[in-house]
């Protein structure tokens, strides 16, 4: 079993920054596929920011250059670094892991951008 936290959310104006965190805890290591997904109101949950089985990140065009994934290992978390935020980023924001064969979902952080 994997368990999966968000924190980080809030409310911000147009332009600020917002860091979100997923602390992983249970059967996960530092090799499992670990990502950010968002459901905007009246949408379908997208991805936005992924690690890939090779490391690599994967990014939605949407956040490209203002959104950064990160990994902390030892501490067992991803992050979400969220920059110059824009009122269509407001979403109910979710943490992913992959534990093959298996999928766990964290219970989502509400982001809302808005003056």
């Known amino acids: 079993q994997v368990q999966l936290v968000e924190s980080g959310g809030g409310l911000v104006q147009p332009g600020g920054s917002l860091r979100l965190s997923c602390a992983a805890s249970?059967?996960?290591?530092?090799?499992?596929?670990m990502g950010w997904y968002r459901r905007a109101p009246g949408k379908q949950r997208e991805l936005i920011a992924t690690?890939?089985?090779?490391?690599?990140?994967v990014y939605a065009d949407s956040v490209k250059g203002r959104f950064t994934i990160s990994r902390d290992n030892a501490k067992n978390t991803v992050n979400l670094q969220m920059n110059s935020l824009k009122p269509e980023d407001t979403a109910v924001y979710y943490c992913?892991?992959?534990?093959?064969?298996?999928?766990?979902w964290g219970q989502g952080t509400q982001v809302t951008v808005s003056s």
């Open positions: 249970g059967s996960i290591s530092s090799s499992n596929v």
């Open positions: 690690f890939t089985s090779v490391g690599s990140t």
């Open positions: 992913k892991a992959h534990v093959w064969p298996m999928e766990y």
